[in-house]
């Protein structure tokens, strides 16, 4: 597959791998969005209606 380059160590095995950004980078943007998504799965959220609160309030202190 061009545009990808394995690296290997001494003893041959694949320990890190170079990607061409400009071929393959919104594939990897993609695959990267879905990692961060996946790491996130348990944490607990919070309502629009508390985000906006809590927004309006940082910024009328700053005001």
């Keep these: 597959m061009t545009g990808i380059q ?3 160590d001494g003893k041959g095995r694949k320990v890190a791998v170079q990607i061409n950004l400009k ?3 919104a594939v990897l943007e993609d695959f ?3 990692l961060i ?3 996130r ?3 607990k959220g919070i ?3 508390h985000y906006r609160a ?3 309030k940082d ?3 700053r005001g």
């Design 54 to 56: 809590k927004r309006l």
């Design 37 to 39: 998504s996946e790491s």
């Design 6 to 8: 394995f690296v290997t």
């Design 47 to 49: 309502s629009y209606e």
């Design 23 to 25: 071929r393959y980078g």
């Design 32 to 34: 990267w969005d879905g």
């Design 41 to 43: 799965r348990h944490e």
């Design 59 to 61: 910024h009328r202190q």
